[in-house]
């Protein structure tokens, strides 16, 4: 199975801006595994945000929400870009699917905990975070599965990470109009549930494709 087969299908890689930028990057002396690892740091920093937003006054109700997801979109940028550095650009190298995919799971773990533990004031919102983290890292880890016994790499959802990063972010958006309403960020929990439950119904999906594949059903 080559790389290519192995890569989540997106179009925006074929845009004119992302094949500039990454050929941009490529130029310099930046490797796809350290545009890997800058996108933990842009979640650690999406996620302080988040976590600031409960005790957020005046201005930083919208500052913190439109910071946290700027850095998201960092984060979904460096996803984006190291690949297509590594693969495009010639950079690839033997581990580069441990810096593909690792931080990936820590970055969506970290975001998700953040967001359990902002909404403290919701039953169970704690443990509602953590059991997206893990239905998240699951999505790959069947993902993998699959590809490792050659039923190809699944990307099915209802709730692939793409997905998961736009729920969050516009729910982060709209947050902001909430808190001029409410105090509580029925919004963001909301979303944190619709990913749980999203994540789990993925998992289910991906692991019921692979089995009729396997199967030849």
């Not at 990470?161 to 729920?167: L, N, V």
Request: charged fraction near 15%; aromatic fraction near 12%; glycine fraction near 6%.
């Amino acid at each position: 199975m080559s790389n290519e087969d192995l890569r989540r299908p997106l179009k925006v890689r074929g845009a004119t801006w992302s094949k500039n930028i990454a050929s941009y990057l490529s130029k310099k002396d930046i490797t796809p595994n350290q545009i890997s690892i800058a996108s933990i740091v842009f979640s650690i920093i999406a996620s302080i945000f988040i976590l600031l937003i409960p005790s957020a006054i005046s201005y930083q109700e919208i500052l913190f929400p439109i910071l946290a997801t700027i850095f998201i979109q960092m984060r979904l940028l460096c996803n984006l870009f190291d690949g297509m550095v590594a693969l495009e650009g010639g950079k690839s190298t033997k581990s580069g699917e441990l810096y593909n995919d690792i931080p990936d799971r820590v970055s969506d773990s970290i975001l998700f905990i953040a967001l359990g533990y902002s909404l403290t004031t919701f039953t169970f919102s704690i443990e509602l975070g953590y059991l997206a983290a893990l239905f998240a890292m699951m999505t790959a880890y069947i993902r993998v599965l699959g590809s490792s016994m050659n039923a190809g790499a699944c990307f099915k959802g209802p709730m692939a990470k793409q997905h998961r990063m736009a729920i969050l972010t516009f729910s982060l958006i709209f947050s902001i109009f909430e808190s001029m309403i409410f105090e509580q960020n029925y919004i963001l929990f909301i979303a944190l549930l619709i990913i749980t439950i999203g994540s789990f119904l993925t998992v289910v999906n991906r692991t019921f494709f692979i089995y009729k594949t396997l199967e030849g059903k």
